[in-house]
C-alpha cells in the first residue's frame, strides 16, 4: 500500500524568502506524485506532477519540485515565497504499476509567508 | 480550462436522514473518485468508479454508501442514513488514462454538515 509523509504541520517563511515544503512517500511500484494546493474554503488545487523524465518538474505559480527516488523524497519548493502563498498544501502519490487509480494524500502543511 | 461541477455547494442535513451529493466530471475522463475532508485534516479516498463499476473503496466506503453513474454527465454519492461523523467536505474528482497525461482534476467540494 502507497503512503505519504508531510512530516512539517506549518512551514513559517518570510516574504521573499526561499521556501520548502517536504514529503517523502512510500509505494511498491513506480511513483506518480502529486502536489495540491487548498485555500481557506475552496477546493484542491493542482500545482504539478511527476511521473516520468526529468526529475525536477516546475508547476503553477513559480512552484517546483525535485524527485528523489534514492530518498524517496519530492520536496516543493519556491525561490521566492509570496503572502500569496500562504495556504495548506497536499503531497499525493499513486502508484504507476497497479491498475489501481486512487490518490493516497499526506496530511498537509499549512505555509504561513508573512509580510 | 474544464472543471469538475459539484452541487451543492453546502447541504445541511438531520442525522438519519439520505443525502444525495452530485458531481460533473470532466466529459473526456474515464475514472471518477469521491474524497472526503473532515475539517482542516487529511484528504481521504471513499470510491474509485470505471466502466460503470466500482473499481476500488476504503475501508470508509461501507454500506451506506452508494456511488452511481445516471445518465452520461452526472456521478452521484450518496449517504443512505447520515451520521454525525459524516460531517466533512467530500470532493469529486476525475483523471483520463490516456498516454501520459495522469492528471486529476478535483473540485471545488461540497460541505456536508449532519447535525
Known amino acids: 500500500a502507497q503512503s505519504v509523509a508531510q512530516p512539517e504541520d506549518q512551514v513559517n517563511v518570510a516574504e521573499g524568502n526561499p521556501l520548502t515544503v517536504k514529503c517523502t512517500y512510500s509505494v511498491s511500484g513506480n511513483p506518480y506524485l502529486f502536489w495540491y494546493v487548498q485555500y481557506p474554503n475552496r477546493g484542491l488545487q493542482f500545482l504539478l506532477k511527476?511521473?516520468?523524465?526529468?526529475?525536477l518538474v516546475k508547476g503553477s505559480y513559480g512552484f517546483e519540485a525535485e524527485f528523489n527516488k534514492s530518498q524517496t523524497s519530492f520536496h516543493l519548493k519556491k525561490p521566492s515565497a509570496l503572502v500569496s502563498d500562504s495556504a495548506l498544501y497536499f503531497c499525493?502519490?499513486?502508484?504507476?504499476?497497479?491498475?489501481?487509480?486512487?490518490?493516497?494524500f499526506g496530511t498537509g502543511t499549512r505555509l504561513l509567508v508573512s509580510p | 480550462e474544464p472543471e469538475v461541477t459539484q452541487t451543492p455547494s453546502h447541504q445541511v442535513t438531520q442525522m438519519g436522514q439520505e443525502v444525495i451529493l452530485r458531481c460533473v466530471p470532466i466529459?473526456?475522463?474515464?475514472?471518477f473518485y469521491w474524497y472526503r475532508q473532515i475539517l482542516g485534516q487529511k484528504v481521504e479516498f471513499l470510491v474509485s468508479f470505471y466502466n460503470n463499476e466500482i473499481s476500488e473503496k476504503s475501508e470508509i466506503f461501507d454500506d451506506q454508501f452508494s456511488v452511481e453513474r445516471p445518465d452520461g454527465s452526472n456521478f452521484t454519492l450518496k449517504i443512505r442514513s447520515t451520521k454525525l461523523e459524516d460531517s466533512a467536505m467530500y470532493f469529486c474528482a476525475s483523471s483520463e488514462s490516456i498516454g501520459n497525461n495522469y492528471g486529476y482534476t478535483f473540485g471545488s467540494g461540497t460541505r456536508l454538515t449532519v447535525v
Open positions: 499525493a502519490v499513486r502508484d504507476g504499476d497497479t491498475g489501481f487509480q486512487k490518490l493516497v
Open positions: 511527476y511521473i516520468t523524465g526529468d526529475n
Open positions: 466529459s473526456n475522463h474515464l475514472y
